[in-house]
């Protein structure tokens, strides 16, 4: 009676599968692989791709569709197998325009390029990195020539990272975003001498940095038995099913908070993974839809929880107490405006909340010259260093704290920039949904009680995994599409707070 719907699912999670086992070989890359495996694993994720790839667009995929599209007819459109052959026709629609070739050589480039990166950015040596990104800039712009049914280059590869979301809806969302907080900044620059970050900086043991990590994203909910957690130069997390979640982190011993809060940020991304409903597991809905939302979560616990008022209480004496020395006496206020501080940073993985997405716009803005080819790759030091001066008013003083800072341009990942920024609007809206329906949530957090958070996205947002698109799922959760202002009111409290200043 549903033949065809059950040999689609079967379909979906063998191809499912081999997605999985190139994540897999994706996250040993970064963490394990001996130096010189670069050329054949590379080889091995296009053979992957390549064959997962065929496999999706083929004529008997589009065949499964039909019938089972026919199979639903007048069946619950949220149901998981509606949402099942929606998801996949739209993606199945977009792949199928894309030759095998071009996207095992995309993939083939995107893992040499991660390890050009990983050089360049030691020996801070962009000209040395500049090939591999002109290869995927070229790969990336075949790619975009496949399309014509998108306003703009760029819109395409937005597109595949939070589907649906235009160039245009960004821009504006970003302008109104840098309306409301450049003149926040500038206040709160006028003020700052009031706040200290001195006891983020000193001597902090690695081991005992791990210790802290390990208890703080256990309280989040964390599970030995599911997860991993380990080093890499560009922290982030791979899902491979919700039993098996893996993040990592760097480390800095004489900055605590570099580790800790990326870890916090990566444990967010793993919640969502470890999260999603098993009836959604070894199918395209068995992950997040929109990287937006992803990252919606990981800015979240991160920020809003992690730099929190109310966790920093939880946070400040277990620091005093595996560190002494100079944060033998460190209290929770003192604490939580260290980690507050706005000040024009060069690192975006450890800028302030409000600086933060001035960083992201000057990425944005970057890359649609790059894609359009009005940026020529030998220029983008250049073109980013005089960009980072016009917005933070600071000199770049090498690569490293520059263009080679992200791992992203060498994976290919152009387009992905915009979802964090986006991902912290999305947060704004979510947090102020929690806190209405659970008007104890902030003294739950500082009792250092994470799991009334934790369950509440679990039901709104994580179990759906990828079967709603982010503005379906904003309607359901927070009845509004995306929208700057709750994110920014909650800026505007807390800067108020830290800097002791009434802004409006």
Do not use: C
């Given at each position: 009676m549903r033949n065809e719907l059950d040999q689609l699912r079967s379909r979906m999670a063998e191809i499912t599968d081999l997605r999985n086992t190139a994540h897999l070989l994706e996250w040993d890359q970064q963490t394990m692989m001996p130096p010189r495996g670069g050329a054949s694993r590379a080889e091995s994720i296009a053979t992957l791709e390549r064959i997962r790839h065929d496999m999706f667009v083929s004529a008997e995929t589009g065949r499964l569709l039909d019938a089972a599209a026919g199979e639903l007819d007048g069946a619950d459109s949220a149901s998981d197998d509606a949402a099942l052959v929606r998801v996949v026709r739209r993606r199945w629609d977009k792949a199928r325009r894309v030759p095998t070739e071009l996207a095992a050589e995309i993939a083939r480039a995107g893992s040499i390029g991660q390890e050009a990166w990983v050089r360049a950015r030691a020996n801070n040596d962009f000209d040395a990195f500049a090939p591999y990104l002109t290869r995927n800039l070229e790969l990336a712009r075949r790619y975009v020539d496949c399309f014509d049914t998108f306003d703009c280059?760029?819109?395409?590869?937005?597109?595949?990272?939070?589907?649906?979301?235009?160039?245009?809806?960004?821009?504006?969302?970003?302008?109104?975003?840098?309306?409301?907080?450049?003149?926040?900044?500038?206040?709160?620059?006028?003020?700052?001498?009031?706040?200290?970050?001195?006891?983020?900086h000193g001597t902090f043991p690695v081991e005992r940095q791990r210790q802290l990590v390990f208890e703080v994203v256990e309280r989040m909910g964390f599970d030995r038995a599911g997860w991993r957690i380990d080093d890499a130069v560009h922290p982030f997390a791979t899902g491979l099913g919700s039993q098996d979640v893996r993040i990592t982190t760097r480390w800095d011993e004489h900055f605590f908070a570099s580790a800790l809060f990326s870890a916090m940020h990566e444990c967010g991304h793993g919640l969502y993974e470890a999260g999603i409903d098993s009836s959604l597991q070894r199918t395209p809905l068995g992950s997040g839809e929109s990287l937006s939302v992803h990252e919606s979560q990981s800015r979240m616990w991160e920020n809003m929880v992690g730099r929190g008022r109310a966790f920093s209480g939880v946070l400040a004496p277990r620091i005093a107490e595996l560190f002494g020395g100079s944060v033998a006496d460190l209290d929770a206020t003192s604490l939580y405006r260290a980690v507050n501080r706005v000040e024009p940073s060069h690192i975006r993985v450890e800028a302030d909340e409000a600086t933060y997405g001035l960083h992201i716009v000057l990425r944005f803005e970057l890359?649609?010259?790059?894609?359009?080819?009005?940026?020529?790759?030998?220029?983008?030091?250049?073109?980013?260093?005089?960009?980072?001066?016009?917005?933070?008013?600071?000199?770049?003083?090498?690569?490293?704290?520059?263009?080679?800072?992200d791992v992203h341009w060498?994976?290919?990942?152009?387009?992905?920039?915009?979802?964090?920024?986006?991902?912290?609007?999305?947060?704004?809206?979510?947090?102020?949904k929690a806190h209405a329906d659970m008007p104890d949530l902030e003294a739950a957090i500082g009792a250092g009680e994470l799991s009334g958070l934790r369950e509440w996205l679990r039901e709104n947002v994580h179990r759906h995994g990828a079967k709603f698109s982010t503005p379906e799922l904003l309607q359901r959760v927070v009845g509004h599409?995306?929208?700057?202002?709750?994110?920014?009111?909650?800026?505007?409290?807390?800067?108020?707070?830290?800097?002791?200043?009434?802004?409006?």
């Open positions: 280059p760029y819109d395409v590869l937005l597109d595949d990272f939070d589907p649906g979301m235009a160039t245009a809806d960004v821009t504006r969302l970003f302008d109104e975003l840098k309306a409301a907080l450049v003149p926040v900044i500038g206040e709160v620059a006028q003020h700052a001498d009031r706040v200290d970050d001195g006891p983020l890359e649609q010259e790059m894609i359009e080819g009005r940026l020529p790759v030998a220029e983008v030091p250049e073109a980013w260093d005089a960009r980072f001066k016009e917005y933070f008013g600071l000199e770049v003083p090498d690569p490293a704290h520059g263009a080679l800072q060498s994976a290919g990942l152009i387009g992905y920039f915009p979802t964090y920024a986006l991902g912290n609007l999305i947060a704004g809206q979510l947090w102020e599409p995306i929208e700057v202002a709750p994110f920014v009111r909650y800026l505007k409290a807390k800067l108020s707070d830290v800097y002791e200043l009434d802004l409006p």
